[in-house]
């Protein structure tokens, strides 16, 4: 269970995050919808004690403040939106680097595992520096992944904090890393991730959190979240939802008419 | 609740350059054996070590000039390059892993240049420090001064290069450049105020050159080298972490914090030690890292200890040429890494100009 109450982040004077109350239960996905500048990443980053906030945060019960930096890392992974890297490493090299935290060390295979899970098999010796943007964010997927390879471990779940994952992806492979996050959630693991998309966050969540203007709008299942009376206003733009008969909730921005310039 | 951290048993996958970087390290053994020998033998005076090394053996009274030869000038100076060399390359590589960027160096970003203040400073006014002080630093005085202006410097670069967490490159590199000008006219202030005897001392000192090295020198200044040698092979995993920048390190268990505290006092301890006894030798530690990372990759756990090889063997080497090419006088072996390092710098730029990345 990640259990967040009454977060709120402040870089210098400018308060960017205000009281935002967040649940995510390991088996599910969580995603985090916004509009640009909402305070998504904001939230992320204070839910994997990167940025200091008021406000308490539970990691399975745990403080994640009060924990070691590796006890920490064998308990969740965060993969950033994007990484460079300083100096001239492969992509093995790159997600051997996942394997400090030490808890999934003795496995071996798990470097050329990992990638494969990814779709990157027999990329192990090129250079991460020489590969595209959208193999560089599966390299470190990846490797976040080889960091917390089992998605539960001591009975406990394990997290996977994910900042906007698919972002420089084809659709192709946004469809097989959501798969990934959702196999993951499926085996006992937490997925809290940053989604733009909001049709494949329809299609792979389980509980959605809007966020407008720093303040949590919403959190709840896509039916209760992906609403025109809460997505317009959010987005600031005229929003239609609309449903399949079986697969839930969809988005075509067409369906409302011509879209009004704010 | 955590395992320790340990390696993947088993033989090594044919990605992995690692335990290609740790067979150099058996050759870059060999090469700094070659040099030291080399080193021992070659001299003003024609003293041969094994015709030393043969009497000794054989119980024989040693020539009191090939002894004074031997082991008063040219073992002390020996054991000078190698620590002096392996402190600067190794400086070079944790300053350049810190940074996240390989063109840093403690010679380019200004903190050599606060660790010669700290030694132009010791020189110049540390006849008016107490007598109680000096008495009990003495010779201590001046690596301990070069210590404290290196260590002052980082830290100030690195405060004015982090903000938030984040530690800028480009403001990195350019408050290094401004703090070594400013420690360069400050030291020039003291140059100024210097007398006759104190400007002969520093003359020597800032052509850098290993020739005042004597077995009391180098007890002043090995403790802090060889501590920083010692230390640097630990941060090793920590600044592979760190390449990920300083967030996702710490995401992978990286103690960031501390990792930061130890690599600054490390540069600081073996740039300062190095600087004071030896004066301004450049371009050691960015050339040997890079060397190394072309040759076998960039991972720091055989980088650190390479460089270390690495840089001694090459500052033997050089010293061996700055005082055989027109013996019995000597070139300042600041000169001579110049020559060599720079031609090797500009040979690496054209390399990866397209892909220095800031």
Same mark, same amino acid.
């Given at each position: 269970m990640l259990e967040a109450t009454d977060i709120t982040v402040r870089l210098g004077r400018r308060e960017i995050l205000t009281g935002v109350d967040f649940r995510a239960r390991p088996g599910q996905v969580t995603a985090i919808v916004g509009p640009n500048g909402s305070g998504k990443t904001t939230l992320l980053r204070a839910l994997t004690g990167e940025l200091s906030h008021d406000g308490r945060i539970r990691l399975n019960q745990h403080d994640p403040a009060s924990l070691r930096p590796w006890v920490l890392a064998g308990l969740r992974g965060v993969l950033p939106q994007a990484t460079p890297m300083a100096f001239p490493f492969t992509a093995a090299e790159v997600v051997r680097l996942g394997l400090m935290g030490g808890v999934e060390a003795a496995e071996p295979d798990l470097v050329p595992k990992a990638l494969a899970r990814v779709g990157l098999a027999g990329f192990e010796p090129r250079p991460y520096q020489e590969l595209s943007g959208g193999e560089q964010q599966r390299v470190q997927l990846a490797r976040v992944l080889a960091q917390i390879w089992h998605p539960t471990a001591h009975g406990q779940p394990r997290w996977l904090f994910l900042d906007e994952p698919v972002s420089a992806l084809d659709i192709g492979h946004q469809l097989q890393v959501m798969r990934i996050v959702r196999d993951f959630a499926d085996a006992g693991g937490g997925i809290v991730a940053v989604m733009h998309d909001l049709n494949l966050t329809a299609m792979f969540a389980d509980s959605v959190a809007l966020m407008a203007g720093g303040r949590l709008m919403a959190q709840g299942p896509c039916a209760e979240v992906l609403r025109d009376d809460l997505l317009s206003p959010a987005y600031l733009c005229p929003l239609r939802v609309n449903a399949l008969p079986v697969n839930g909730p969809y988005l075509l921005p067409q369906a409302s008419g011509p879209i009004a310039a704010e | 609740m955590v395992a320790l951290p340990h390696e993947v048993a088993g033989p090594a996958p044919h990605w992995d350059r690692t335990p290609r970087a740790w067979r150099l390290t058996a050759l870059l053994v060999l090469a700094l054996a070659v040099m030291s020998a080399a080193s021992l033998a070659v001299g003003a005076a024609g003293t041969s070590p094994w015709a030393v090394l043969a009497d000794i053996m054989a119980g024989r009274e040693v020539?009191?000039?090939?002894?004074?030869?031997?082991?008063?000038?040219?073992?002390?100076?020996?054991a000078m390059g190698a620590l002096v060399g392996a402190a600067l390359a190794v400086s070079g590589a944790v300053m350049q892993g810190l940074f996240?960027?390989?063109?840093?160096?403690?010679?380019?970003?200004?903190?050599?240049?606060?660790?010669?203040?700290?030694?132009?400073?010791?020189?110049? #006014?540390?006849?008016?420090?107490?007598?109680?002080?000096?008495? !009990?630093?003495g010779y201590h005085l001046v690596p301990v001064a070069a210590f404290a202006g290196g260590w002052a410097t980082t830290l100030v670069l690195y405060g004015i290069a982090t903000r938030r967490g984040q530690t800028s490159v480009a403001?990195?590199?350019?408050?290094?450049?401004? *703090?070594?000008?400013?420690?360069?006219?400050?030291?020039?202030?003291?140059?100024?105020?210097? /007398? /006759?005897? +104190?400007?002969? /001392?520093?003359?020597?000192?800032?052509?850098?050159? #290993?020739?005042?090295?004597?077995?009391?020198? *180098?007890?002043a200044a090995a403790p802090l080298m060889i501590l920083a040698l010692v230390a640097a092979p630990m941060l090793a995993r920590g600044l592979n972490g760190l390449s990920l920048g300083e967030a996702a390190a710490a995401h992978v268990g990286i103690? !960031? +914090?501390?990792?930061?505290?130890?690599?600054?006092?490390?540069?600081?301890?073996?740039?300062?030690?190095?600087?004071? !006894?030896?004066?301004g030798i450049g371009f050691v530690g960015i050339v040997?890292?890079?060397?190394?990372?072309?040759?076998?990759?960039? /991972?720091?756990?055989? *980088? *650190?200890?390479?460089?270390?090889?690495?840089?001694?063997?090459? #500052?033997?080497?050089?010293?061996?040429?700055?005082?055989?090419?027109?013996?019995?006088?000597?070139?300042p072996i600041g000169i001579v890494t110049a020559i060599l390092g720079g031609p090797v710098f500009l040979w690496i730029l054209l390399r990866r100009r397209g892909s220095l990345g800031f």
């Open positions: - | 020539a009191l000039a090939d002894r004074v030869v031997l082991f008063e000038i040219r073992l002390p100076r020996l996240r960027n390989p063109l840093a160096d403690p010679g380019l970003v200004g903190v050599s240049a606060g660790a010669g203040l700290g030694a132009i400073a010791a020189i110049v #006014l540390g006849g008016l420090l107490p007598a109680g002080i000096a008495g !009990v630093l403001t990195m590199l350019l408050g290094g450049i401004a *703090l070594g000008a400013l420690a360069g006219a400050l030291s020039g202030i003291l140059v100024y105020i210097a /007398d /006759d005897a +104190q400007l002969r /001392d520093l003359t020597f000192w800032g052509l850098g050159s #290993l020739a005042g090295a004597t077995w009391t020198k *180098l007890a103690p !960031v +914090q501390r990792l930061k505290t130890v690599a600054i006092l490390t540069v600081a301890g073996a740039t300062g030690a190095a600087v004071a !006894v030896s004066g040997v890292p890079h060397l190394l990372r072309l040759a076998t990759g960039p /991972d720091h756990r055989p *980088l *650190l200890v390479n460089a270390a090889l690495l840089g001694a063997a090459l #500052l033997i080497g050089a010293d061996m040429i700055a005082r055989s090419l027109i013996a019995p006088a000597e070139l």
